[in-house]
C-alpha cells in the first residue's frame, strides 16, 4: 500500500506576509483568551494546602508525582478546570490526561493532595467516570494515583449515592478488568472508605510504605458505638481511640502486605513507588508502532502557531478548513474522500505520526448552485445539507469497515431546516449518521474549532457519543450552544413582541429581557464556561491540537482490539478511483 500512503496529495498553502499581519489582532485576542484559561489552572494548582508544606511532610504533590512519572513532553490534560457541581476549590479534586509512561500510552489520573487529603469531592465521580470511558474506548492502561481521605463528610450527598456516584467508579475498574484493560495505581497516605476501595479496585497495588487502605478510618472505627448523642463521657471515649487509630490506622501496610498480599510491593521513597508504576507499564501489551505506521513519522510543513491567523473569533467570518489541516498532520499530505460531493464538509485520510486517521471537517464560503434539492438560497459553510450528511455516513462506515480512528473536527451552525429540508430527508438523514457513528465501534476524538451548535455537535462526533468519542477539545474560539444567543432570543420573544405591539404596549421591556438573552448565551457558550461544565474535556491552544492528535493516535494503535490489514483497506482505493470519484472511465 506503499503508493497509496508514502506520498499522499499535498494540502494547505503558506500564508502570505499580508494576511498575517492582518490576523495580529486575532491573534492577540486568542491569546487574552487563552491567559484566562492558563490563569484559572494556576489558581487550582495553588489552591489548598500550599506545596511546601506539602514537602514539609516528606510528600510530593500530584503534579510532581506526574511530571516524575510521565516521559517529558508526553502528558496531555484533561478536565483541569472542569467543576461542574461549583465545588469551593473550583475543580474536582483530581488531574488526569493522556501520558505516556516507559513507552506506553495510558490514561493517567491523580488525587490532588493539596485539597482536603484528595477526598471525594463534589463533580469528581463524573469527571472519573469520563477518564475509565477513555480507558476504555481507546484500549489503553488506566493509571492511578490514588491519594484519597475518603468522603467530604459534610457534603456526602453530593458525593456517594446516585447512578453515576463515586461508587460506580469501582464497577468501571471491574468492568475495564474484564475488557483485558489494566489498571494499575500507586498509594499514598490514609485511604479510609471509598479511599480503601479506590486503593484496591485496580488490578496493581503498589504502595509507599506509609499509606494504608481500610473499609472504614481511624474517626469511623472510633466512632462505631455512639449513644444516639455525644456527651463529655463519649466524647474522652472518642479522644483517646482517635489518638490510638492515628498512631495505628487500620489497613497498614503490615496488613496488606503481610498479612492479606493485597499489596503487591511496598517501597521506602515515593519516587520508588513511581519508579514501580513504570516498570509495570513498560510490561503492559502494546504493539511496536511499525507494526500499523503507514509512513515513517514526519511534521506538518507549516507552523502550527499559524492557525490563530487562520481561525478568526469573529464567527461570521471564513477560514480554510484544509490550511488548518495542513497546520497539524504529517508533511501537510492528505487524501480527499469525495471533494466534489457535499462540498460544505471535508473527509478525508491523514497521517499523525505515521498513523493513519480519518478526518471529517466543516468548510466555509457560499455555493451557490448548492445545495441540490432547492434554488430558493445558496449552501453556506458551516451548515449542514442532504449531500454533506450522507458522505460524513459514508465516510464513517468505511473507515469503520477499514478500522481507521476518527478525528472530528467542528465549526457548525447546524442542520439546514424549513420544509424544504425536511422534504430533503435531513432529519433522518441526521439520525443516520448517528447510527453510522454507533455501528463503527471506533475511537474518535473531537476538536471543537469554533462553533458547535444544534444538533450538527451531536451527529459530528460531538461528546454526546460517549461510547466513541474519547475526548473533546476547546480553542480560544469554542461556542457551544444550541444556536446562537439572537436567535434563541428572536424565537422565545417573536410572540410576545406581537403581542405586545398589537397592544399598543412598549416594546422596551420585552427587548430588554432579549438582550438579557443574548448576553447569557454569550456568558454560558465560552470557552472558560464550556470546561468548567465538562462542555469539552480541555481547553487548548491551537497550536497544542497537534500534541493531542500524537497521543490519539498513538493510544489508539498501541493495542486495538481489532486490526484490518493495510492491504485490504478499501478507503484509500475508493479515494484513488476515477470512477469513484466521477471521472471518466480510462478508454
Not at 266 to 289: H, I
Not at 377 to 403: A, H, N, W
Not at 491 to 512: C, F, N, T, W
Request: one cysteine or more; glycine letters at 10%.
Amino acid at each position: 500500500m506503499r503508493p497509496y500512503f508514502e506520498r499522499m496529495d499535498d494540502l494547505g498553502n503558506p500564508l502570505p506576509e499580508g494576511h498575517l499581519e492582518r490576523m495580529n489582532e486575532n491573534v492577540s485576542r486568542i491569546e487574552e483568551v487563552m491567559r484566562e484559561i492558563d490563569a484559572e489552572v494556576e489558581r487550582i494548582k495553588n489552591y489548598g494546602v500550599k506545596t511546601e508544606e506539602i514537602h514539609k511532610r516528606g510528600e510530593m504533590t500530584v503534579w510532581e508525582r506526574i511530571e516524575y512519572l510521565v516521559d517529558p513532553g508526553t502528558f496531555c490534560p484533561l478536565h483541569t478546570i472542569y467543576d461542574p457541581e461549583n465545588e469551593e476549590s473550583g475543580h474536582t479534586g483530581v488531574i488526569d490526561g493522556l501520558a505516556r509512561i516507559s513507552g506506553k500510552w495510558c490514561v493517567l489520573i491523580g488525587f490532588n493532595n493539596k485539597w482536603i487529603a484528595g477526598a471525594w469531592i463534589a463533580g469528581q465521580a463524573d469527571n472519573n467516570l469520563r477518564v475509565t470511558d477513555i480507558a476504555k474506548i481507546m484500549n489503553l492502561p488506566l493509571v492511578w494515583l490514588v491519594n484519597c481521605s475518603g468522603v467530604k463528610l459534610p457534603e456526602q450527598e453530593k458525593v456517594y449515592a446516585n447512578r453515576r456516584g463515586q461508587g460506580t467508579c469501582f464497577f468501571r475498574h471491574a468492568e475495564l478488568e474484564q475488557l483485558g484493560i489494566p489498571v494499575i495505581a500507586g498509594i499514598y497516605g490514609t485511604n479510609p472508605a471509598g479511599g480503601g476501595y479506590q486503593g484496591v479496585s485496580p488490578t496493581i497495588l503498589l504502595a509507599h510504605k506509609k499509606c494504608n487502605i481500610a473499609v472504614g478510618g481511624g474517626g469511623i472505627v472510633s466512632g462505631m458505638s455512639p449513644k444516639g448523642y455525644f456527651d463529655e463521657a463519649s466524647a474522652e471515649q472518642l479522644i483517646e481511640a482517635t489518638r490510638h487509630f492515628k498512631a495505628v490506622p487500620p489497613g497498614s501496610v503490615k496488613i496488606h502486605y503481610d498479612e492479606t498480599g493485597f499489596f503487591r510491593a511496598v517501597f521506602e521513597t515515593e519516587q520508588d513507588v513511581l519508579d514501580g508504576l513504570k516498570s509495570y507499564m513498560a510490561e503492559v501489551p502494546a504493539y511496536n508502532p511499525r507494526f500499523f505506521r503507514v509512513a515513517e513519522p514526519a511534521e506538518p510543513l507549516y507552523d502550527a502557531k499559524e492557525i490563530n491567523a487562520l481561525i478568526p473569533l469573529n464567527p461570521k467570518a471564513g477560514f480554510s478548513f484544509e490550511n488548518v489541516l495542513a497546520r497539524l498532520v504529517d508533511n501537510s499530505e492528505h487524501l480527499e474522500f469525495r471533494p466534489e460531493y457535499g462540498p460544505e464538509i471535508y473527509t478525508g485520510l491523514v497521517k499523525v505520526d505515521g498513523f493513519l486517521l480519518g478526518v471529517i471537517g466543516n468548510r466555509h464560503g457560499l455555493f451557490p448552485d448548492y445545495p441540490e434539492y432547492t434554488k430558493e438560497y445558496p449552501g453556506i459553510g458551516g451548515k449542514l445539507y442532504r449531500q454533506g450528511l450522507i458522505k460524513m455516513s459514508e465516510f464513517v462506515t468505511q473507515c469503520g469497515r477499514d478500522r481507521v480512528p476518527i478525528a472530528w473536527f467542528q465549526d457548525t451552525s447546524g442542520i439546514d431546516v424549513g420544509d424544504i429540508a425536511e422534504k430533503a430527508e435531513l432529519l433522518g438523514l441526521g439520525q443516520s449518521l448517528i447510527y453510522s457513528i454507533e455501528q463503527t465501534k471506533l475511537p474518535m476524538m473531537l476538536v471543537v474549532l469554533r462553533k458547535g451548535t444544534a444538533a450538527a455537535h451531536y451527529v459530528m462526533g460531538g461528546p454526546t457519543a460517549n461510547n466513541h468519542t474519547a475526548f473533546t477539545l476547546g480553542t480560544a474560539a469554542t461556542e457551544i450552544n444550541v444556536m446562537h444567543g439572537e436567535t434563541a432570543a428572536a424565537a422565545s420573544y417573536a410572540r410576545r413582541l406581537v403581542k405586545e405591539k398589537d397592544a399598543g404596549k412598549p416594546l422596551q421591556p420585552v427587548i430588554e429581557k432579549m438582550n438579557e438573552m443574548v448576553k447569557h448565551y454569550q456568558e454560558t457558550s465560552r470557552p472558560l464556561y464550556c470546561a468548567k461544565k465538562g462542555f469539552v474535556d480541555e481547553v487548548i491552544r491551537l497550536e497544542a491540537i497537534r500534541k493531542y492528535l500524537v497521543a490519539f493516535a498513538n493510544g489508539v494503535y498501541q493495542n486495538p482490539r481489532s486490526i484490518c490489514p493495510q492491504h485490504h483497506m478499501l478507503l484509500p482505493r475508493l479515494i484513488r478511483s476515477q470512477i469513484v470519484q466521477g471521472l471518466a472511465r480510462p478508454e
